[in-house]
T-cell receptor, first 113, second 117 residues
Framework: NAGVMQNPRHLVRRRGQEARLRCSPM?????VYWYRQLPEEGLKFMVY????????ESGMPKERFSAEFPKEGPSILRIQQVVRGDSAAYFC???????????FGPGTRLTVL | AQSVAQPEDQVNVAEGNPLTVKCTYS??????LFWYVQYPNRGLQFLLK??????LVKGSYGFEAEFNKSQTSFHLKKPSALVSDSALYFC???????????????FGQGTTLQVKP
């Protein structure tokens, strides 16, 4: 049973470009969470999605960031017009149900030049 | 507001000695508490969790944690540390279902554990 998959593992973008981060949850999991880890900091919650629905986006920046989890395919975290402050590790986690353990992917390390 | 505190940035222990990594929390309702470990340039690995029941929870790799409701603490422990336990450890909390709790985890800042041979 494959774990949570994220790609790409490393992503380099220039300021103003778009970044698209993908997350495939564990088999059978329909709940996906995105977290961001800034350098020298802990993980901060961004958004929680369940197939085709955004359940909680209280941690998402108001502008430039969006997330989706379509009926088919991976969850996507999209960052438009990236800035240097977006450089971070972005982790996806999935769970079987909202009260179950969240299992994390290896992360995508975004570097904005 | 929900929060987690890990008061020590780094814990140093000698191999074979017991280790404790501290965590205190603040959450509405009954807490769901978790410990994760992160190795360099890797994702988080689940170690153990407390939902309800016995206050002493046993997890992966010989780790255990003790839930103390009166002190709002959930310290991670291991009787005998290994050099390979050296990593970054995160405590996390979520509120019990309802009361506006959607399942998101609130993480502490992390504690680096250094085990010396």
């Amino acid at each position: 049973n494959a774990g949570v998959m994220q790609n790409p593992r490393h992503l380099v973008r220039r300021r103003g470009q778009e970044a698209r981060l993908r997350c495939s949850p564990m088999k059978g999991h329909s709940h996906v969470y995105w977290y961001r880890q800034l350098p020298e900091e802990g993980l901060k919650f961004m958004v929680y999605l369940q197939k085709e629905n955004i359940i909680d986006e209280s941690g998402m920046p108001k502008e430039r960031f969006s997330a989706e989890f379509p009926k088919e395919g991976p969850s996507i975290l999209r960052i438009q017009q990236v800035v240097r402050g977006d450089s971070a590790a972005y982790f996806c986690a999935s769970s079987l149900n909202p009260t179950d353990t969240q299992y994390f992917g290896p992360g995508t390390r975004l570097t904005v030049l | 507001a929900q929060s987690v505190a890990q008061p020590e940035d780094q814990v140093n222990v000698a191999e074979g000695n017991p280790l404790t990594v501290k965590c205190t929390y603040s959450v509405s309702g009954n807490p769901y508490l978790f410990w994760y470990v992160q190795y360099p340039n890797r994702g988080l690995q689940f170690l153990l969790k407390y939902i309800t029941g016995d206050n002493l929870v046993k997890g992966s790799y010989g780790f255990e944690a003790e839930f103390n409701k009166s002190q709002t603490s959930f310290h991670l422990k291991k009787p005998s540390a290994l050099v390979s336990d050296s990593a970054l450890y995160f405590c996390a909390v979520r509120g019990s279902p309802g009361s506006g709790n959607t399942g998101k985890l609130i993480f502490g800042q992390g504690t680096t554990l250094q085990v010396k041979p």
